[in-house]
């Protein structure tokens, strides 16, 4: 029997196949206009490094969005998608620490994907479990696979040739752009031409329907879930040849991003329906619309609210285009004798030619003025943080935003909204294609050192606060010194807990002030033979997940006297666990920083000591050194650019105290 296979618009017949083009016409369109706004609104913004930057920031996601796709319009999705860059990252980087061959270690990490793909496809079509159970549980299986090899120490220190996949460039383009470009339009082609592939259409459109009609249904959903496995190790690959090291929390949140793409570009959770080129467009425009809100200073919490409503957008536009907007569409795009196709067409022809006349018109006139702009403006700074959400940082803020008005400066305060090494690299691009005149990074990790070289090799000075990448080019740390402060934090709980005991420590591993703060806390514990450490929680950078281990950790140690927390969120967890556990008293608790939910629980009596550090400090100082430094109001040397000194001091330690319940008090707001 001939197997009916519907066109790659999933409706399968002419209109069909219309409706799709204007679809994705309109999302090109879309893309331009944001461009063109925003170019209008900043005019380094449409600037060549502006669209690298762009291109740059979505060539990792983008490789996974092509299997997400294809995926979706098979009827199923891949929660996993994150994790599995992580552990084919992890795979690839234990390897080449072990002094494999370059290809034998890439190739392993490909096959690490293919494997994890190959298991959830097996599982959803063999077993017929549910493809969000599925991948939500392989999502939980591999991350905790990559946080436990991880425990101690994270391979980095790869070979050059190993960087050059993710910092080569070929022609002056970078490699993972070509990567992303050559993948999506062999992936487009692919998908709409190759007979094989075409059948994900009718899969989803119909699944009883294709068995009937004789296609395979369970051995393309197979390799539909392989191939976004590869794809998704080859994006874990990129991102760990970028940062020179594995970032343990490598693609949290991915997953929620490609599925977002996916449906601006108009393809429908339902399956049935979607394209790369759709896909892609989608991935653009929400690429164009987060680095145009960036180079328009809007707050990182504002900026969730602009995705937010591109999102609500995409689900009202997909709904009108399968109910009443069947019938409204032929409505707008038709007059009585030709289409107005023709219009969009001319309309996207104009809009080209205005942007490319924009882009490249002659430096001549308008130079000077932009020049004069330039070196007229108000000079601008960027603190990067590893994450932005979460009261801890309301005290950088505070110490950012006092010393900018001293300076009489503007400083944005940027990042993402949970701790993603890849996300920093991208907000660092985007500093150096604003030409922002300094930048402060908060690295979790020391993966971030080729970024903070790059915009120093940009001109753009950057210095580390709060936490460090000892091996990058930075001009300064200023921060807690990590180690002294776990030592400290260490010395309380056992003086709390009378020199013995079983205790357990809290941390997020992968984050290298964390880790220091650990180390900190077991040499304090090497001067207490008696004092056993039975378990390290990780809380995740969540509080729920904090309560969550630390009443495992109860449960499981019932005799565990103490907790010593290496952030925050942890102290509040132990906290609620403790007393959820009538505990209080009985456990000692040492908690890290003072935001209001800790000095809550100090007073309560649940926290008896929490270390805290001078975050008001740390920018207030750094922010001023940058401005020095910018400014060359430092006089070290004559021309020490030329020399190679440093003028500012390497490390700066702004050390640490301790809050008790005698004096919590003072730090209340």
Known sequence: MKVP???????????GRRRLRLRELTILVSVLICYGVFSYLNADFRTGE???????????????????????????????????????????????????????????????????????????????????????????????????????????????????????KLFGIPLPILYLVVATVLADFLLRKLRYLRQVYFIGSNEEAAVLTGIKVDNVKLFSFVLIGVLAAM???????????????????????????????????????????????????????ATGLVFERVPPEAQQIAVGAVLILAAIVDRAGSNWGRGLLPALTRTKNKKMERLFNVVLAVAVV???????????????????????????????????????????????????????????????????????????????????DGIIAVPMADSLTPAINEAIDAGIPVVCADADAPSSRRYSFIGTGNFNAGVEGGKQLAKLIGGKGEVALVTIP??????????????????????????????????????????AILQAHPNLVGFGCVAAIGGQGAAVAVKEAKRAGQVKIVAMDRDEATLNFIKEGLIQASIAQRTYSMTYIALQLLYNLRNNDIHLINDWKKVGVNPLPPNVDTGCFTITKDTVSYFAR
């Open 235 to 289: 994006a874990g690959i990129l991102v760990t040849a970028k940062g020179n090291a594995l970032d343990p929390n490598e693609g949290i949140g991915a997953e929620l991003r490609v599925i977002a793409a996916v449906i601006v570009g108009g393809a429908s959770l339902s399956g049935g329906r979607g394209t790369i080129l759709g896909s892609f467009l989608g991935l653009m425009l929400m690429q164009v619309i």
């Open 50 to 168: 502006t669209a690298m930057t762009i291109l740059l920031g979505a060539s990792v996601d983008g490789l996974i969005v092509i299997g997400m796709t294809i995926v979706i319009v098979a009827g199923c999705f891949d929660l996993s998608v994150g994790s599995t860059m992580a552990l084919s990252g992890l795979v690839t980087g234990m390897l080449l620490v072990g002094k494999a061959p370059v290809p034998v270690a890439v190739l392993a990490g490909l096959a690490t994907g293919a494997v994890v793909g190959f298991v959830n496809g097996v599982l959803v079509t063999k077993l017929k479990i549910n493809p969000f159970i599925t991948t939500l549980g392989t999502m939980s299986m591999l991350r905790g696979i990559v946080l436990v090899s991880t425990k101690s120490s994270y391979p980095t220190g790869f070979p050059d040739t190993y960087m050059q996949i993710a910092w080569g």
């Open 354 to 436: 205005v942007l490319l006349l924009i882009r490249f018109a002659p430096s001549g006139a308008s130079s000077a003025s932009t020049s004069m702009a330039h070196s007229g403006r108000r000079q601008t700074y960027v603190m990067i943080a590893a994450a932005t959400w979460g009261p801890y940082w309301i005290d950088s803020k505070n110490g950012l935003n006092d010393k900018a008005r001293e300076l009489g400066v503007d400083c944005d305060f940027e990042g993402p909204s949970t701790v993603d090494v890849n996300a920093q690299m991208d907000y660092i691009r985007k500093a150096i294609a604003r030409k922002v």
């Open 510 to 551: 992968g984050a290298d002030n964390l880790n220091q703060r650990v180390a900190g806390y077991r040499k304090a514990f090497e001067s207490y033979p008696d004092i056993k450490v039975v378990a390290v929680g990780n809380d995740q950078g969540s509080s729920t997940i904090a309560q969550q281990q630390c009443r």
């Open 5 to 15: 296979i519907l066109d790659s618009g999933g409706d399968g017949a002419r209109p």
